[in-house]
């Protein structure tokens, strides 16, 4: 399938699903390893704030007199560094208590969430969501977007894209979602062809039409696996948030998805989208200063729709 078909059709699926911006939220299970739990420290994050008093926001009254913690649920690595760096003291100065848990994995982040150990969670964009609360039965709905690390292929024992031959191995993230947006960024460089009528949101091994230009090995690991693997494979397919979280800069791929439909959203729990704290989180997520703090810290990123900085983007 030609690379401008499938930008056709993925552009065509995301607007057919009505592809806005998302929210995710986690919950806190710390009895499992892949949960860790930080807790607030009210003193030190109330001196932080007394600091930033040029870029942070004048402390207000929260706006819901019967929420007092918020449980933040995210992957490890950028998404959880928005937490502890800027959104944490935004909602401290309104009078909240704020706990992160991070997660390893991503299926235990909206297990916890359904399960009431979180309040919110924020890792994943809408077609792991939409997939994995069908899936598994849960009432999960998103809220709003947060700023995104694209997709990218990454060097491995090869440095260029010029070097790919025949039978090279490319690794990729084993979940299904991910695992076809990799699928699609090898049919956009031509390495691999996907076969035509698919859909770019669901494609698989066996959506491959042609694999025989580089009859290329597709190693599929965990996603918090694939920096630690870059030695053994000759390309890695990495995701933004675990390249970022590695050490790796993001203008260091050696292609990004063109894409803006996996912008990652927030999540919680369908009974709480109204409630006065979720309106704080979201708030806070597209406060000013939040947006002065992401255009700092996160250069190359991908950002909501909402703050109007990718205009011409008609698949977000």
């Given amino acids: 399938m030609k690379s401008t078909t499938i930008g056709q059709k993925l552009a065509s699926t995301l607007a057919l699903a009505g592809f806005s ?11 499992t390893p892949e949960a860790t739990t930080e807790s607030t420290d009210t003193t030190n994050t109330s001196a932080t704030q007394a600091e930033d008093n040029n870029t942070q926001a004048t402390a207000t009254t929260k706006s819901d007199p019967n929420k007092e913690t918020i449980v933040i649920g995210t992957t490890e690595g950028d998404f959880a560094d928005m937490v502890r760096d800027q959104v944490q003291q935004e909602l401290e100065a309104q009078g909240y208590q704020v706990k992160l848990v991070t997660f390893t994995d991503y299926v235990r982040p909206n297990q916890a969430l359904a399960e009431g150990d979180l309040d919110i969670n924020v890792f994943q964009h809408k077609p792991y969501l939409d997939t994995f609360k069908e899936e598994n ?6 809220v709003f977007q947060v700023p995104t690390a694209p997709l990218g292929i990454y060097s491995g024992k090869k440095t260029a894209l010029d070097q790919a031959y025949k039978g090279m191995s490319v ?11 990799a699928l699609v960024m090898m049919n956009e460089l031509g390495w691999i062809t996907l076969k035509d009528d698919i ?3 669901k494609a698989s091994k066996s959506d491959i039409a042609d694999n025989s230009k580089y009859d290329i090995n597709i190693v599929e690991l965990e996603a918090a696996q694939l920096p630690r693997a870059r030695d053994e494979v000759d390309f890695a397919i990495i995701n933004g948030n675990y390249a970022t979280d590695a050490g790796i800069k993001l203008i260091e791929a050696l292609f990004q998805e063109p894409s803006f439909a996996y912008v990652n959203w927030s999540a919680v729990k369908t009974a709480d989208k109204d409630q006065p ?4 989180v979201t708030n806070a997520y597209n406060s000013e200063s939040f947006k002065q703090y992401a255009h700092k810290t996160f250069p190359g990123y991908k950002y909501p729709k909402i703050w109007g ?5 008609a698949a977000q």
């Fill in 199 to 201: 859909d770019p949101l």
């Fill in 137 to 142: 039965g849960l009432d999960l709905v998103e």
């Fill in 277 to 280: 704290w979720v309106q704080d």
């Fill in 309 to 313: 900085e990718q205009p011409n983007d």
């Fill in 171 to 181: 690794s990729a993230p084993n979940d299904p979602s991910n695992f076809a947006r």
């Fill in 21 to 31: 911006g998302l929210l995710l939220v986690g919950c806190n299970n710390s009895s």
